[in-house]
Protein backbone atom coordinates (compact mmCIF):
# COMPACT_ATOMS: atom_id res chain seq x y z
CA UNK A 1 0.00 0.00 0.00
CA UNK A 2 1.79 3.17 -0.98
CA UNK A 3 1.84 5.70 1.97
CA UNK A 4 0.08 8.74 1.06
CA UNK A 5 0.71 12.60 2.20
CA UNK A 6 -2.01 12.08 4.84
CA UNK A 7 -0.34 9.57 6.80
CA UNK A 8 1.27 11.20 10.00
CA UNK A 9 2.52 7.50 10.54
CA UNK A 10 3.44 4.47 9.44
CA UNK A 11 1.90 2.80 12.15
CA UNK A 12 0.15 4.24 15.29
CA UNK A 13 0.30 2.52 18.76
CA UNK A 14 -2.79 3.23 20.96
CA UNK A 15 -2.06 2.69 24.74
CA UNK A 16 1.86 2.27 25.33
CA UNK A 17 1.95 0.10 28.39
CA UNK A 18 3.43 -3.49 28.28
CA UNK A 19 1.96 -4.33 24.76
CA UNK A 20 2.07 -1.13 23.27
CA UNK A 21 5.75 -0.43 24.37
CA UNK A 22 7.47 -3.83 23.44
CA UNK A 23 6.00 -3.26 19.93
CA UNK A 24 7.51 0.67 19.74
CA UNK A 25 10.56 -0.70 21.75
CA UNK A 26 11.45 -3.30 19.42
CA UNK A 27 10.58 -1.12 16.18
CA UNK A 28 12.94 1.11 17.99
CA UNK A 29 15.62 -1.15 17.95
CA UNK A 30 15.27 -2.58 14.76
CA UNK A 31 16.04 -0.62 11.32
CA UNK A 32 12.27 -1.18 9.61
CA UNK A 33 12.78 2.59 9.01
CA UNK A 34 8.88 2.72 9.68
CA UNK A 35 7.65 5.86 11.18
CA UNK A 36 5.96 5.00 14.66
CA UNK A 37 3.85 7.27 17.18
CA UNK A 38 2.51 5.84 19.98
CA UNK A 39 0.06 7.04 22.30
CA UNK A 40 -0.80 6.42 25.78
CA UNK A 41 -3.39 8.93 28.09
CA UNK A 42 -1.07 8.28 30.64
CA UNK A 43 0.99 11.65 31.36
CA UNK A 44 3.82 9.56 33.04
CA UNK A 45 4.84 5.83 33.87
CA UNK A 46 4.62 4.73 37.62
CA UNK A 47 5.36 1.81 39.36
CA UNK A 48 2.65 0.47 38.75
CA UNK A 49 2.54 -3.41 38.62
CA UNK A 50 5.47 -6.11 38.15
CA UNK A 51 5.53 -9.14 35.51
CA UNK A 52 6.49 -12.84 36.65
CA UNK A 53 6.79 -15.56 33.99
CA UNK A 54 8.76 -18.75 33.70
CA UNK A 55 12.22 -18.76 31.69
CA UNK A 56 15.52 -19.96 30.96
CA UNK A 57 18.92 -18.04 31.93
CA UNK A 58 18.69 -16.59 28.54
CA UNK A 59 16.66 -14.22 27.31
CA UNK A 60 16.25 -10.43 25.51
CA UNK A 61 15.05 -8.94 29.32
CA UNK A 62 17.31 -10.92 31.54
CA UNK A 63 19.44 -7.42 32.18
CA UNK A 64 16.00 -6.27 33.94
CA UNK A 65 15.25 -9.20 35.64
CA UNK A 66 15.13 -8.30 39.15
CA UNK A 67 14.33 -11.28 41.00
CA UNK A 68 14.29 -14.78 39.93
CA UNK A 69 13.26 -18.32 41.74
CA UNK A 70 14.06 -21.88 40.87
CA UNK A 71 10.95 -22.91 43.84
CA UNK A 72 7.35 -22.18 43.51
CA UNK A 73 4.63 -23.72 46.27
CA UNK A 74 1.17 -24.50 46.08
CA UNK A 75 -0.51 -24.69 49.32
CA UNK A 76 -4.55 -25.23 50.26
CA UNK A 77 -5.19 -23.87 53.59
CA UNK A 78 -4.43 -25.85 56.33
CA UNK A 79 -2.79 -29.06 54.32
CA UNK A 80 0.90 -29.60 52.80
CA UNK A 81 2.47 -27.30 50.78
CA UNK A 82 3.91 -28.82 47.22
CA UNK A 83 7.42 -27.24 45.91
CA UNK A 84 7.72 -27.78 42.74
CA UNK A 85 11.21 -26.99 40.34
CA UNK A 86 12.42 -27.26 37.24
CA UNK A 87 15.75 -27.68 35.50
CA UNK A 88 16.96 -24.95 33.84
CA UNK A 89 13.77 -22.95 35.00
CA UNK A 90 13.24 -20.20 37.30
CA UNK A 91 10.06 -17.62 38.04
CA UNK A 92 11.68 -14.20 37.05
CA UNK A 93 9.96 -11.16 38.28
CA UNK A 94 10.71 -7.91 36.66
CA UNK A 95 9.35 -4.21 37.92
CA UNK A 96 7.25 -1.72 36.11
CA UNK A 97 9.89 0.64 35.91
CA UNK A 98 12.63 -1.19 34.72
CA UNK A 99 10.67 -2.34 32.01
CA UNK A 100 9.22 1.18 31.11
CA UNK A 101 12.61 2.53 31.40
CA UNK A 102 14.56 -0.39 29.14
CA UNK A 103 11.70 0.54 26.57
CA UNK A 104 11.55 4.54 26.50
CA UNK A 105 15.08 4.53 26.31
CA UNK A 106 15.06 2.31 23.10
CA UNK A 107 12.33 4.66 21.53
CA UNK A 108 13.70 7.91 22.82
CA UNK A 109 17.16 6.94 21.04
CA UNK A 110 15.04 6.26 17.81
CA UNK A 111 14.87 9.25 15.11
CA UNK A 112 11.86 7.01 13.88
CA UNK A 113 9.60 6.35 16.75
CA UNK A 114 8.00 8.81 18.64
CA UNK A 115 5.98 8.25 22.65
CA UNK A 116 3.25 10.44 23.31
CA UNK A 117 1.91 10.92 26.71
CA UNK A 118 -1.09 12.63 28.21
CA UNK A 119 -2.99 11.32 24.91
CA UNK A 120 -5.88 9.88 25.05
CA UNK A 121 -6.99 7.97 22.06
CA UNK A 122 -10.58 8.11 20.62
CA UNK A 123 -12.52 7.00 17.94
CA UNK A 124 -11.21 4.90 14.76
CA UNK A 125 -12.19 5.52 10.82
CA UNK A 126 -11.16 4.13 7.74
CA UNK A 127 -9.33 6.77 6.22
CA UNK A 128 -11.41 8.85 3.00
CA UNK A 129 -10.26 6.83 -0.71
CA UNK A 130 -9.88 9.85 -2.02
CA UNK A 131 -7.42 10.28 0.73
CA UNK A 132 -5.56 6.98 0.03
CA UNK A 133 -6.13 3.96 2.41
CA UNK A 134 -5.55 4.07 5.89
CA UNK A 135 -6.93 4.73 8.97
CA UNK A 136 -7.97 8.43 11.21
CA UNK A 137 -7.27 8.28 14.94
CA UNK A 138 -9.27 10.94 16.72
CA UNK A 139 -7.09 11.84 19.85
CA UNK A 140 -7.46 14.42 22.61
CA UNK A 141 -4.22 15.88 21.04
CA UNK A 142 -5.96 15.93 17.57
CA UNK A 143 -6.32 13.18 14.54
CA UNK A 144 -3.72 11.10 13.54
CA UNK A 145 -3.65 9.14 10.40
CA UNK A 146 -1.48 6.09 9.47
CA UNK A 147 -1.34 2.91 7.15
CA UNK A 148 -2.17 0.40 10.27
CA UNK A 149 -3.13 1.00 13.54
CA UNK A 150 -2.25 -1.62 16.82
CA UNK A 151 -4.71 -1.00 19.49
CA UNK A 152 -3.78 -2.13 23.31
CA UNK A 153 -6.53 0.30 24.76
CA UNK A 154 -8.18 -2.36 27.94
CA UNK A 155 -11.70 -2.95 26.98
CA UNK A 156 -14.89 -4.74 28.81
CA UNK A 157 -14.82 -8.34 28.25
CA UNK A 158 -17.23 -11.03 29.33
CA UNK A 159 -15.28 -14.09 31.03
CA UNK A 160 -15.69 -17.44 32.70
CA UNK A 161 -14.18 -16.13 35.61
CA UNK A 162 -12.16 -13.11 36.88
CA UNK A 163 -9.04 -12.96 38.54
CA UNK A 164 -9.23 -10.23 41.14
CA UNK A 165 -5.96 -9.61 43.26
CA UNK A 166 -4.47 -6.88 45.09
CA UNK A 167 -0.96 -6.47 46.14
CA UNK A 168 1.49 -5.20 48.33
CA UNK A 169 5.22 -4.47 48.14
CA UNK A 170 5.98 -4.14 52.20
CA UNK A 171 9.12 -4.11 54.11
CA UNK A 172 7.90 -6.12 56.86
CA UNK A 173 11.81 -6.43 59.03
CA UNK A 174 11.20 -10.26 58.54
CA UNK A 175 8.00 -10.52 60.26
CA UNK A 176 6.19 -12.24 57.37
CA UNK A 177 5.29 -16.06 58.57
CA UNK A 178 6.11 -17.31 55.20
CA UNK A 179 6.14 -20.87 56.68
CA UNK A 180 2.23 -20.26 57.72
CA UNK A 181 1.81 -21.06 54.16
CA UNK A 182 4.38 -23.96 53.52
CA UNK A 183 6.59 -21.18 51.88
CA UNK A 184 10.29 -22.44 52.38
CA UNK A 185 13.22 -20.12 52.33
CA UNK A 186 14.52 -18.90 48.54
CA UNK A 187 10.63 -20.21 47.09
CA UNK A 188 7.65 -18.31 45.87
CA UNK A 189 4.29 -18.70 47.29
CA UNK A 190 2.31 -19.13 43.60
CA UNK A 191 -1.00 -20.14 45.00
CA UNK A 192 -0.95 -20.91 48.66
CA UNK A 193 -3.94 -20.43 51.64
CA UNK A 194 -6.26 -21.41 49.18
CA UNK A 195 -9.60 -21.55 50.24
CA UNK A 196 -12.46 -21.97 48.49
CA UNK A 197 -16.41 -21.06 48.59
CA UNK A 198 -19.85 -20.92 46.89
CA UNK A 199 -18.68 -17.57 45.42
CA UNK A 200 -14.87 -18.31 44.24
CA UNK A 201 -11.33 -19.18 45.06
CA UNK A 202 -8.96 -16.78 47.63
CA UNK A 203 -5.08 -17.37 47.92
CA UNK A 204 -2.00 -15.27 48.72
CA UNK A 205 0.80 -14.90 46.66
CA UNK A 206 3.88 -13.84 47.85
CA UNK A 207 7.04 -13.59 46.40
CA UNK A 208 9.70 -12.87 49.41
CA UNK A 209 12.11 -9.96 47.49
CA UNK A 210 14.20 -9.79 50.37
CA UNK A 211 14.79 -11.19 53.74
CA UNK A 212 12.96 -8.16 54.89
CA UNK A 213 10.81 -7.22 51.80
CA UNK A 214 8.22 -9.01 49.96
CA UNK A 215 5.31 -8.83 47.44
CA UNK A 216 1.72 -10.16 49.21
CA UNK A 217 -1.30 -10.15 47.19
CA UNK A 218 -4.67 -11.44 47.86
CA UNK A 219 -6.31 -12.95 44.72
CA UNK A 220 -10.35 -14.53 43.84
CA UNK A 221 -10.83 -16.31 41.24
CA UNK A 222 -14.79 -14.93 41.27
CA UNK A 223 -17.54 -15.41 38.10
CA UNK A 224 -17.64 -11.57 38.23
CA UNK A 225 -15.28 -8.37 39.30
CA UNK A 226 -15.04 -7.69 42.77
CA UNK A 227 -14.88 -4.41 44.26
CA UNK A 228 -11.69 -3.40 44.80
CA UNK A 229 -12.40 -2.49 48.60
CA UNK A 230 -13.50 -6.03 48.67
CA UNK A 231 -10.31 -7.33 47.73
CA UNK A 232 -7.77 -4.93 49.57
CA UNK A 233 -10.03 -6.13 52.38
CA UNK A 234 -8.95 -9.89 51.98
CA UNK A 235 -5.46 -8.83 51.17
CA UNK A 236 -5.49 -6.96 54.74
CA UNK A 237 -6.31 -10.19 56.64
CA UNK A 238 -3.92 -12.13 54.74
CA UNK A 239 -1.26 -9.30 55.80
CA UNK A 240 -2.54 -9.77 59.50
CA UNK A 241 -2.28 -13.32 59.84
CA UNK A 242 0.82 -13.64 58.63
CA UNK A 243 2.31 -11.68 61.12
CA UNK A 244 3.00 -8.50 59.09
CA UNK A 245 -0.80 -6.05 59.70
CA UNK A 246 -0.33 -2.80 57.73
CA UNK A 247 -0.20 -0.37 60.02
CA UNK A 248 2.16 -1.96 62.42
CA UNK A 249 4.70 -0.10 63.17
CA UNK A 250 7.37 -2.92 61.63
CA UNK A 251 5.14 -2.55 58.40
CA UNK A 252 6.15 0.05 55.53
CA UNK A 253 4.10 0.02 52.48
CA UNK A 254 6.62 0.27 49.36
CA UNK A 255 4.01 0.40 46.69
CA UNK A 256 0.96 -0.99 45.51
CA UNK A 257 -0.70 -3.13 42.58
CA UNK A 258 -3.98 -4.70 41.32
CA UNK A 259 -6.19 -5.48 39.18
CA UNK A 260 -9.11 -7.36 37.37
CA UNK A 261 -8.00 -10.10 34.88
CA UNK A 262 -10.26 -11.90 32.42
CA UNK A 263 -10.18 -15.79 32.37
CA UNK A 264 -11.46 -17.70 29.62
CA UNK A 265 -12.40 -14.36 27.62
CA UNK A 266 -15.64 -14.48 25.81
CA UNK A 267 -15.50 -11.57 23.31
CA UNK A 268 -17.74 -9.45 22.39
CA UNK A 269 -19.67 -7.01 20.04
CA UNK A 270 -17.73 -4.36 21.60
CA UNK A 271 -14.18 -5.59 21.71
CA UNK A 272 -15.08 -7.25 17.86
CA UNK A 273 -15.67 -3.85 16.29
CA UNK A 274 -12.21 -2.48 15.75
CA UNK A 275 -10.42 -5.21 13.72
CA UNK A 276 -13.36 -4.39 11.08
CA UNK A 277 -11.46 -1.31 10.35
CA UNK A 278 -8.83 -2.43 7.29
CA UNK A 279 -5.21 -1.83 8.96
CA UNK A 280 -6.15 -2.00 12.47
CA UNK A 281 -4.87 -4.81 14.94
CA UNK A 282 -6.00 -5.34 18.68
CA UNK A 283 -3.04 -6.45 21.08
CA UNK A 284 -2.26 -6.78 24.39
CA UNK A 285 -4.64 -8.21 26.89
CA UNK A 286 -7.43 -6.59 24.88
CA UNK A 287 -6.06 -8.78 22.27
CA UNK A 288 -6.67 -11.82 23.71
CA UNK A 289 -2.44 -12.22 25.30
CA UNK A 290 -3.97 -13.46 28.26
CA UNK A 291 -3.87 -17.25 28.77
CA UNK A 292 -7.25 -18.26 29.85
CA UNK A 293 -6.46 -20.78 32.26
CA UNK A 294 -4.20 -18.64 34.54
CA UNK A 295 -4.19 -14.84 33.36
CA UNK A 296 -0.96 -14.66 32.66
CA UNK A 297 0.13 -12.67 29.24
CA UNK A 298 3.56 -10.61 29.63
CA UNK A 299 5.44 -13.73 28.04
CA UNK A 300 3.09 -14.02 25.15
CA UNK A 301 3.26 -10.18 25.23
CA UNK A 302 7.02 -10.26 24.42
CA UNK A 303 6.58 -12.95 21.98
CA UNK A 304 3.69 -11.67 19.74
CA UNK A 305 5.53 -7.76 19.85
CA UNK A 306 8.52 -10.20 18.46
CA UNK A 307 6.56 -11.61 15.73
CA UNK A 308 4.50 -8.16 15.06
CA UNK A 309 7.66 -6.13 14.50
CA UNK A 310 9.84 -8.79 12.70
CA UNK A 311 6.61 -8.52 10.03
CA UNK A 312 6.80 -5.14 10.07
CA UNK A 313 10.49 -5.17 8.68
CA UNK A 314 9.64 -7.32 6.24
CA UNK A 315 7.15 -5.21 4.95
CA UNK A 316 3.84 -6.55 6.39
CA UNK A 317 0.93 -5.51 7.97
CA UNK A 318 0.80 -6.08 11.66
CA UNK A 319 -0.20 -8.93 13.22
CA UNK A 320 -2.66 -9.48 16.64
CA UNK A 321 -2.09 -12.33 18.82
CA UNK A 322 -1.89 -15.61 17.18
CA UNK A 323 -5.00 -18.10 17.58
CA UNK A 324 -5.40 -20.53 20.64
CA UNK A 325 -4.29 -23.93 19.14
CA UNK A 326 -7.81 -25.94 19.64
CA UNK A 327 -6.47 -28.16 21.85
CA UNK A 328 -5.17 -25.66 24.05
CA UNK A 329 -8.78 -23.44 24.11
CA UNK A 330 -10.51 -26.56 24.99
CA UNK A 331 -8.56 -27.65 27.72
CA UNK A 332 -8.59 -24.00 29.32
CA UNK A 333 -12.60 -23.48 28.72
CA UNK A 334 -13.24 -27.17 30.39
CA UNK A 335 -11.28 -26.50 33.07
CA UNK A 336 -12.56 -23.32 33.63
CA UNK A 337 -16.32 -24.23 33.61
CA UNK A 338 -15.46 -26.90 35.94
CA UNK A 339 -14.21 -24.23 38.05
CA UNK A 340 -16.92 -22.57 37.73
CA UNK A 341 -19.31 -25.20 38.15
CA UNK A 342 -17.66 -26.41 41.20
CA UNK A 343 -16.09 -23.13 42.81
CA UNK A 344 -16.55 -24.36 46.04
CA UNK A 345 -13.81 -27.44 45.18
CA UNK A 346 -11.49 -25.20 43.49
CA UNK A 347 -8.63 -25.02 46.22
CA UNK A 348 -9.12 -29.36 45.82
CA UNK A 349 -8.79 -28.96 42.31
CA UNK A 350 -5.61 -27.12 42.11
CA UNK A 351 -3.95 -28.80 45.23
CA UNK A 352 -4.81 -32.19 43.50
CA UNK A 353 -3.08 -30.68 40.34
CA UNK A 354 0.08 -29.63 42.47
CA UNK A 355 -0.16 -33.29 44.16
CA UNK A 356 -0.59 -35.15 41.27
CA UNK A 357 1.29 -33.60 38.42
CA UNK A 358 4.73 -33.90 37.79
CA UNK A 359 6.27 -30.08 37.90
CA UNK A 360 7.58 -29.94 34.60
CA UNK A 361 4.21 -31.31 33.23
CA UNK A 362 2.62 -28.80 34.82
CA UNK A 363 4.67 -25.67 33.90
CA UNK A 364 4.63 -26.98 29.84
CA UNK A 365 0.72 -26.47 30.60
CA UNK A 366 0.79 -23.22 32.07
CA UNK A 367 3.71 -22.03 29.54
CA UNK A 368 1.50 -23.22 26.52
CA UNK A 369 4.15 -25.69 25.74
CA UNK A 370 2.13 -28.85 26.95
CA UNK A 371 2.59 -32.26 25.27
CA UNK A 372 -0.50 -34.59 24.97
CA UNK A 373 1.01 -36.74 28.03
CA UNK A 374 0.97 -33.39 29.87
CA UNK A 375 -2.99 -32.95 28.96
CA UNK A 376 -3.34 -36.55 30.40
CA UNK A 377 -1.53 -36.39 33.36
CA UNK A 378 -3.53 -32.96 34.34
CA UNK A 379 -6.40 -34.88 33.54
CA UNK A 380 -5.53 -38.10 35.42
CA UNK A 381 -4.78 -36.00 38.40
CA UNK A 382 -8.69 -34.18 38.72
CA UNK A 383 -12.18 -36.17 39.61
CA UNK A 384 -13.27 -36.95 35.90
CA UNK A 385 -17.08 -36.53 36.05
CA UNK A 386 -17.03 -32.85 36.89
CA UNK A 387 -14.71 -32.25 33.79
CA UNK A 388 -16.45 -34.37 31.50
CA UNK A 389 -19.86 -33.13 32.33
CA UNK A 390 -18.46 -29.50 30.80
CA UNK A 391 -17.51 -31.12 27.48
CA UNK A 392 -20.45 -29.05 26.05
CA UNK A 393 -18.96 -25.23 25.35
CA UNK A 394 -21.41 -23.43 27.99
CA UNK A 395 -18.69 -20.44 28.17
CA UNK A 396 -21.47 -17.68 26.46
CA UNK A 397 -24.41 -18.66 28.36
CA UNK A 398 -21.86 -18.84 32.02
CA UNK A 399 -20.55 -15.90 30.92
CA UNK A 400 -23.78 -14.29 30.64
CA UNK A 401 -24.75 -15.26 34.00
CA UNK A 402 -22.26 -13.19 35.33
CA UNK A 403 -24.30 -10.24 35.22
CA UNK A 404 -26.82 -11.98 37.19
CA UNK A 405 -24.76 -12.01 40.12
CA UNK A 406 -25.52 -8.38 41.76
CA UNK A 407 -24.53 -9.64 45.04
CA UNK A 408 -20.91 -10.36 43.44
CA UNK A 409 -20.86 -7.76 40.78
CA UNK A 410 -19.67 -4.50 40.91
CA UNK A 411 -18.23 -1.86 38.79
CA UNK A 412 -14.70 -1.17 39.07
CA UNK A 413 -13.21 2.50 39.54
CA UNK A 414 -13.28 4.25 35.38
CA UNK A 415 -9.91 4.31 34.69
CA UNK A 416 -7.81 4.80 31.75
CA UNK A 417 -10.72 6.44 29.79
CA UNK A 418 -9.65 10.33 29.11
CA UNK A 419 -6.17 11.60 30.46
CA UNK A 420 -7.85 13.05 33.65
CA UNK A 421 -8.19 9.40 34.73
CA UNK A 422 -4.32 8.53 34.23
CA UNK A 423 -2.81 6.86 37.21
CA UNK A 424 -1.06 9.02 39.68
CA UNK A 425 2.88 9.26 38.98
CA UNK A 426 3.65 8.79 42.53
CA UNK A 427 2.09 5.51 44.32
CA UNK A 428 0.61 6.50 47.47
CA UNK A 429 3.02 4.95 50.27
CA UNK A 430 -0.19 5.37 52.56
CA UNK A 431 -3.27 3.33 52.12
CA UNK A 432 -5.35 4.24 54.92
CA UNK A 433 -4.71 8.14 53.33
CA UNK A 434 -5.99 6.36 49.61
CA UNK A 435 -9.71 8.27 48.44
CA UNK A 436 -12.41 5.88 48.76
CA UNK A 437 -12.83 3.16 46.12
CA UNK A 438 -15.87 4.87 44.21
CA UNK A 439 -19.02 3.60 44.56
CA UNK A 440 -20.22 1.24 41.84
CA UNK A 441 -21.37 3.00 38.83
CA UNK A 442 -23.17 -0.07 36.92
CA UNK A 443 -19.88 -0.85 34.67
CA UNK A 444 -19.47 -3.88 35.50
CA UNK A 445 -17.33 -6.36 33.52
CA UNK A 446 -14.36 -4.14 32.64
CA UNK A 447 -10.68 -5.20 33.07
CA UNK A 448 -8.55 -2.14 34.91
CA UNK A 449 -5.50 -1.96 37.70
CA UNK A 450 -7.18 -0.53 39.98
C1 LIG B 1 -1.12 -5.34 38.44
C2 LIG B 1 -0.95 -6.38 37.37
C3 LIG B 1 0.03 -7.35 37.51
C4 LIG B 1 0.19 -8.32 36.51
N1 LIG B 1 1.15 -9.26 36.68
C5 LIG B 1 1.36 -10.16 35.70
C6 LIG B 1 2.41 -11.11 35.85
O1 LIG B 1 3.09 -11.19 36.89
N2 LIG B 1 2.64 -11.97 34.83
C7 LIG B 1 1.90 -11.94 33.69
O2 LIG B 1 2.18 -12.73 32.77
N3 LIG B 1 0.88 -11.07 33.54
C8 LIG B 1 0.59 -10.18 34.52
N4 LIG B 1 -0.43 -9.28 34.36
C9 LIG B 1 -1.30 -9.40 33.17
C10 LIG B 1 -0.74 -8.67 31.92
O3 LIG B 1 0.57 -9.07 31.63
C11 LIG B 1 -0.78 -7.17 32.11
O4 LIG B 1 -2.12 -6.77 32.33
C12 LIG B 1 -0.20 -6.38 30.95
O5 LIG B 1 0.11 -5.10 31.42
C13 LIG B 1 -1.15 -6.27 29.76
O6 LIG B 1 -0.55 -5.45 28.80
P1 LIG B 1 -1.40 -4.48 27.87
O7 LIG B 1 -0.45 -3.69 27.07
O8 LIG B 1 -2.44 -5.26 27.19
O9 LIG B 1 -2.19 -3.53 28.88
P2 LIG B 1 -1.56 -2.36 29.76
O10 LIG B 1 -0.18 -2.69 30.17
O11 LIG B 1 -2.56 -2.11 30.82
O12 LIG B 1 -1.47 -1.11 28.76
C14 LIG B 1 -2.61 -0.49 28.24
C15 LIG B 1 -2.27 0.98 28.05
O13 LIG B 1 -3.34 1.64 27.38
C16 LIG B 1 -3.40 2.94 27.90
N5 LIG B 1 -4.70 3.52 27.55
C17 LIG B 1 -5.91 3.22 28.08
N6 LIG B 1 -6.87 3.94 27.46
C18 LIG B 1 -6.24 4.68 26.53
C19 LIG B 1 -6.69 5.63 25.56
N7 LIG B 1 -7.99 5.94 25.41
N8 LIG B 1 -5.77 6.20 24.75
C20 LIG B 1 -4.46 5.90 24.86
N9 LIG B 1 -3.99 5.03 25.78
C21 LIG B 1 -4.86 4.43 26.59
C22 LIG B 1 -3.15 2.77 29.38
O14 LIG B 1 -2.74 3.97 30.00
C23 LIG B 1 -2.05 1.71 29.36
O15 LIG B 1 -0.76 2.28 29.40
C24 LIG B 1 -0.65 -8.31 35.35
C25 LIG B 1 -1.65 -7.35 35.25
C26 LIG B 1 -1.80 -6.38 36.24
C27 LIG B 1 -2.92 -5.36 36.10
Known amino acids: ?70 TWAYQAESGPAHAHGVDGMTYQYIRGTDFYARCRALIDASPTVELRLGVAAG ?114 AALASLGAPLGAPHVRVLREEGGVLPMGRVPSGAADATPSIPGVVVAGAAGGALRDASGYGFARIQAWARDCADGLARGE ?48 FLTDRARLSDLLAIIASLPLLPFLAQLPDRSRALATSSARRPDLVRALPRIRRAPAAAPSAVPSRHPAARPAAPEPTGDALEQVAW
Open 123 to 236: SLRALDPAEGEGVVVSTTAGDLTARWVVDTRPRRTAALLFQCFSGVEIDHGGALDLAALGIEPGAVGLMTGMRADADGLGFVYVLPLSATTALVEWTRFSPAPLRASVVRAGRD
Open 317 to 364: APVGHPPEPFVRRQMDRIFLQALRAHLDRTADYFAAMARGVAPARLLR
Open 1 to 70: MPRTRAHDADLVILGAGCAGLALAARLAAGDSGLRVIAVDARTDYADDRSWCFWAGPDHELRSIVHREWS
